[in-house]
């Protein structure tokens, strides 16, 4: 008869499983954070596009994400504060001034014309100077608005599982 024994150290096995609660619980949270807030700036993206009628690639020119890590287990997904000129919105010099697609709409902006640099301006009074910026939507205005917020936040409890799950599948199966 062959006797096998097998000992097995309870407390040395629930150290390693605190071990690893403790250093791989906060880097998949992390990491799916990171992952969800990325999937969040994409949609964003889309969906501010489709409303300003803005190109994408500008739009992903003024948004950005503060990354979630170990030790600060939050992620921001933003935009820069400033509205883009209405050269960004396919502006063109017609008799009354500039026409531009801002909203969906093309509208006319009297007075309007651009710079040697390409910027639409227009005077603020009937003497040469100062001349005023004209500017399109906000990209912060239009990211705080409701219909853009449910959206995003769908996205993101939908993201954030998936990705949590993915990765700590991932760390369990690498052992690390």
């Known amino acids: 008869m062959i006797k096998v024994n097998v000992n097995f150290d309870s407390l040395a096995f629930q150290r390693q499983l605190n071990k690893l609660r403790r250093d791989v619980v906060p880097k998949v949270m992390a990491r799916a954070l990171n992952r969800a807030a990325d999937g969040v700036k994409a949609e964003a993206v889309r969906t501010i596009s489709q409303l300003t009628s803005l190109k994408q690639s500008e739009i992903r020119k003024r948004m950005f994400v503060s990354g979630a890590t170990p030790h600060k287990l939050w992620a921001e997904v933003g935009a820069l ?96």
Do not use: C, D
């Open 81 to 176: 504060p400033y509205a883009p000129n209405l050269r960004t919105f396919r502006a063109t010099r017609n008799k009354a001034g500039i026409a531009a697609t801002a909203w969906g709409v093309r509208k006319t902006y009297r007075g309007g014309f651009t710079t040697p640099k390409g910027t639409v301006v227009s005077r603020v009074g009937k003497q040469r100077g100062p001349l005023k910026p004209l500017h399109g939507p906000s990209l912060p205005n239009t990211f705080m608005r409701e219909i853009v917020l449910r959206k995003l936040e769908a996205v993101a409890r939908r993201r954030w599982r998936s990705e949590a799950e993915r990765e700590l599948a991932r760390r369990l199966a690498s052992g690390r």
